[in-house]
């Protein structure tokens, strides 16, 4: 059964670097998000992506992130400066637009972020 | 805004009792629900989804959920629990396709021997 995955599974860096996480999306899907989850909390929306652009994005998504699609399989996420705050499990997710999971969106594993 | 409440932060049960755990949602329309599940370490996998229809929908591994518009909630239920049941159960509320789902803060069940 496809699935997303997420690379790495876990990421260490130091305050003040960037990091660019990385997705590959199920093949045929075409809405691509990210969410993050600090340790203890509730999973988060960051940002949605549809047709090579930003469809929703959170407060949260402040001009620090950035996301890309660099070619027709990868989906990034960027840190531009990294904060102590943005240690958490980051989660790619990905929906078709139409067909039965319609509206249904699978995630990856997560990659965790320590920032230090 | 959609928001989504669930009011039990951990419950324990005992392997082969039956088991709900509670959610509840704010939406201005009919709203798109989910449950997911998260064991340790691991990612969101989907038990089971509303949209429309029937109110009462089937899942995966034995779950089930049933939609109430009239208390605004999405309880989610299985008759008998397994050891393998003990993890983070989220709900969520979705608007349509593309966008964003918004979580409760998650149930962290704990199964008894």
């Known amino acids: 059964e496809p699935e997303v995955t997420q690379t790495p599974s876990h990421q260490v860096t130091q305050m003040g670097q960037e990091v660019i996480l990385r997705c590959v999306p199920i093949s045929n899907h075409l809405y691509f998000y990210w969410y993050r989850q600090i340790l203890g909390q509730k999973v988060e929306f960051l940002v949605s992506f549809y047709n090579n652009e930003i469809s929703e994005k959170s407060e949260i998504f402040d001009d620090q992130f950035s996301v890309e699609r660099p070619d027709g399989s990868n989906f990034t996420l960027k840190i531009r400066s990294t904060k102590l705050e943005d240690s958490a499990m980051y989660f790619c997710?990905?929906?078709?637009?139409?067909?039965?999971?319609?509206?249904?969106?699978?995630f990856g594993p997560g990659t965790r972020l320590t920032v230090l | 805004a959609q928001s989504v409440t669930q009011p039990d932060i951990h419950i324990t049960v005992s392997e082969g009792a039956s088991l709900e755990l509670r959610c509840n949602y704010s939406y201005g329309a009919t709203p798109y629900l989910f449950w997911y599940v998260q064991s340790p370490g691991q990612g969101l996998q989907l038990l089971l989804k509303y949209f429309s229809g029937d109110t009462l929908v089937q899942g995966i591994k034995g779950f089930e959920a049933e939609f109430k518009r009239s208390q605004s909630s999405f309880n989610l239920r299985k008759p008998s629990v397994h050891w393998s049941d003990a993890a983070e159960y989220f709900c969520a509320v979705g608007a349509s396709a593309g966008n964003m789902l918004t979580f409760g803060g998650g149930t962290r069940l704990m199964v008894k021997p």
């Open positions: 997710a990905s929906s078709p637009d139409s067909g039965k999971n319609y509206n249904e969106q699978f």
